[in-house]
């Protein structure tokens, strides 16, 4: 497959555009918040905004993961904006599990409980939660260069996130209608494209070597 080829960034406006990306990639929950202040969030506010939150998170994850595909199958080299937009789907996790905690359940530890016996799919989203702790906490150079080889199987945690991310929203809603199916459709295009890779590489790396001889 032929690669695209885009004009590269110049490296003194890189970083301006990663903060942009940050900048653009919360408007959305900022809005949100302002919706749900000025009563534009309907009947049920809290769980709107809730849910807006989660949605986000659940879509900047997705986009952190098309990163590579689009990388290794059209050429589109956009690796340097994986941390800002893997970082954003935290802050938005973040934000949801935060509302469900004080606005929804009101801090209330016997109704957390409850609701965590009543719905399981809380515990997916507790489990993706604990699991992208430790991947923003390590999402930086000097991490990077202490943990070596293993800051790479850390942040493999980021699939079985996705799974538990979008099985969360799934069974949230209780009913499959057409959002949930498209990002079921779109983790499982995501998640199966890992398990291709290395025989889609090796095969391009082959062609390459015919090429060249």
């Keep these: 497959m032929a690669s695209l080829t885009l004009p590269a960034l110049p490296a003194r406006y890189k970083p301006a555009s990663i903060w942009l990306l940050y900048i653009v990639g919360l408007m959305p929950g900022l809005y949100a918040f302002y919706l749900g202040i000025f009563g534009g969030l309907g009947a049920d506010p809290v769980r709107a905004f809730e849910h807006l939150l989660g949605l986000w998170a659940l879509r900047f994850l997705c986009l952190g993961l098309v990163i590579t595909p689009l990388r290794d199958l059209f050429g589109i080299n956009l690796i340097g904006y994986r941390r800002a937009l ?39 989203g507790m489990a993706g939660l604990l699991m992208l702790i430790p991947l ?66 090796a095969r391009r790396r082959a062609k390459r070597a015919t090429a060249r001889s």
Excluded: C
């Excluded at 789907?89 to 409980?113: N, Q």
């Excluded at 000097?142 to 079985?160: C, D, E, F, M, T």
């Excluded at 538990?164 to 779109?186: C, D, N, R, T, W």
């Design 136 to 201: 923003a906490l390590t999402s930086n150079q000097a991490s990077i260069r202490r943990l070596g080889p293993s800051w790479n199987r850390l942040h493999k945690l980021v699939y079985p996130v996705l799974i538990v991310a979008v099985l969360h929203y799934v069974l949230s809603l209780k009913v499959i209608s057409a959002e949930p199916a498209f990002y079921l459709a779109v983790a499982t295009v995501l998640l199966g494209y890992r398990l291709v890779r290395p025989k889609i590489m």
């Design 86 to 124: 893997g970082l954003i789907a935290f802050y938005y996790v973040l934000a949801h599990f935060t509302v469900y905690l004080t606005l929804d359940r009101g801090l209330i530890l016997s109704s957390i409980a409850g609701d965590i016996l009543k719905r399981p799919y809380i515990m997916l």
